[in-house]
């Protein structure tokens, strides 16, 4: 993969910020895609530091297929770790931005305990080589992967709100990072900010003994834009002064860290990178799915199929139909169905086409030609295609079922490869 031969040596800006709530998260989110916006060559990744229950996923509604807590166990339990492992935990955003997302439900996981903050240190330096760009959304606590990214870092950005408890919180934080030797290149953002709050800009510069970078205005869009799972920082001037704000400290972070020289050109991209692992559907019946030309066979097999019902264990259901290889492709994308029943001879793209398509994406779906070929060179032809089964045209009846059920329990490792 050509992606494997480039080094980077990306920028690690990590967000940071003792007190809950004060816009960590909102800001980590937002920078990833105002960088990726300032740069559009450049591959920005958004990491969430939370390992138990991550909030970076749900403020843009995507959900985790693979989180950092799995991939923590990993380099605790794997010692090499490779592009194409490292891949399997990445997700690509409509936004162009990639993302590292903490797990969707409170999990605890007591292998998590297994690995060092040497050991996170080893996958942002891994990260480092693939991405101009990586943003970390260290949490409220600092804990070892908090510790690692933000010695890895190249800038950190302390969040604080205008308020004594906040500001106490703040303080802590920048002399712990004193102490720690990490207190260069400190960005402080002061979010929330009311100009109608007594305490001001002027009075956190001197509490905090820093500049301020960035004030952030206290603004209901950044609750609106997570209600809507839009990144915030994409409204207009007009419509919202912290997505302004936020625009300056995309600039004043970008112009600091220019993308390191090698952009890498769309082409050069990792196929892997750009293919997604999918979730396969976790269902409690074998979801169908016939393509032929023909709707008189596609009856036929349906009929054979309700006959053949009382022969099997799991319940059947056709959920999808295509008359022709593309349609197949397409409708597979949608449905992500466990047997596809599919004929061979079709106009356009045929079926042997269409089942290495589907397999290339969807290896978990089992695909059953059916067929009037019956010479076992172009069977083993077709198996090695990724094809799952063959049922002759001329012997289609009620047993149709139990191929249709072995199929679906001989694919059980694979799809549970794509559960969640
Ligand atoms: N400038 C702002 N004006 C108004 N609301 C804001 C602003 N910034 C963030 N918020 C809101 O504050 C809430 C907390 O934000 P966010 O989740 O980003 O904080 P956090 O520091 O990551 O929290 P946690 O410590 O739980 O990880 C969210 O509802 C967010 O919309
Ligand atoms: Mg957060």
Redesign the pocket.
């Known amino acids: 993969m050509a992606i494997q031969g480039t080094s980077l040596n990306g920028h690690v800006i990590t967000?940071l910020?003792l007190?809950?709530?004060?816009?960590?998260?909102?800001?980590?989110?937002n920078l990833g895609i105002g960088l990726a916006n300032k740069y559009p060559d450049a591959r920005v990744l958004v990491v969430d530091g939370?390992l138990f229950t991550g909030?970076v996923g749900p403020?843009l509604n995507i959900r985790p297929r693979r989180n950092i807590g799995e991939f923590a166990e990993l380099v605790a339990s794997d010692e090499q770790l490779d592009t194409d492992t490292i891949n399997q935990f990445i997700q690509q955003h409509e936004s162009k931005v990639f993302f590292l997302l903490g797990p969707q439900y409170a999990e605890y996981n007591p292998e998590l305990h297994a690995f060092t903050s040497d050991s996170m240190g080893r996958i942002i330096d891994e990260l480092k080589r693939h991405f101009h760009y990586i943003i970390i959304?260290c949490?409220?606590t600092l804990d070892r992967l908090a510790a690692a990214a933000i010695r890895a870092s190249v800038a950190r950005i302390v969040?604080t709100t205008p308020s004594i408890l906040s500001l106490k919180d703040t303080k802590i934080l920048l002399s712990e990072l004193d102490a720690a030797e990490q207190a260069d290149d400190i960005f402080i953002v002061l979010?929330?900010?009311d100009p109608r709050d007594p305490i001001k800009e002027e009075q956190v510069k001197r509490y905090l003994n820093q500049p301020v970078s960035v004030t952030?205005?206290?603004?209901?869009?950044?609750?609106e834009?997570?209600r809507k799972a839009l990144p915030?920082i994409n409204m207009s001037t007009r419509q919202s002064p912290?997505a302004a704000?936020l625009r300056q400290l995309v600039d004043r972070l970008g112009e600091k860290f220019k993308p390191p020289v090698r952009i890498i050109q769309p082409s050069e991209l990792g196929t892997k990178m750009l293919r997604l692992p999918y979730s396969h559907p976790n269902r409690n019946y074998i979801s169908v799915m016939l393509v032929d030309d023909q709707d008189n066979m596609k009856e036929m097999i349906s009929t054979m199929l309700e006959l053949g019902q009382e022969q099997v264990k799991t319940l059947l259901k056709i959920e999808g139909l295509a008359a022709s290889g593309e349609e197949a492709v397409k409708k597979a994308e949608e449905l992500i169905p466990d047997v596809i029943l599919m004929d061979i001879n079709m106009p356009g793209m045929d079926g042997l086409q269409a089942a290495k398509a589907i397999q290339a994406k969807f290896p978990s779906i089992g695909i059953i030609m059916v067929t009037v070929h019956e010479s076992p060179e172009y069977w083993r032809e077709a198996i090695k295609a990724g094809v799952a089964d063959f049922i002759p045209k001329t012997t289609l009846g009620p047993h149709i079922a139990t191929s249709v059920e072995e199929v679906y329990n001989r694919y059980i490792p694979h799809r549970t490869r794509y559960q969640q």
Do not use: C, E, F, H
């Open positions: 967000v910020g007190k809950g709530g004060v816009g960590k998260t909102t800001i980590a989110v939370n909030d403020m959304d949490g409220s969040v979010n929330q900010y952030i205005p206290i603004d209901l869009n950044a609750r834009a997570i915030l912290a704000a």
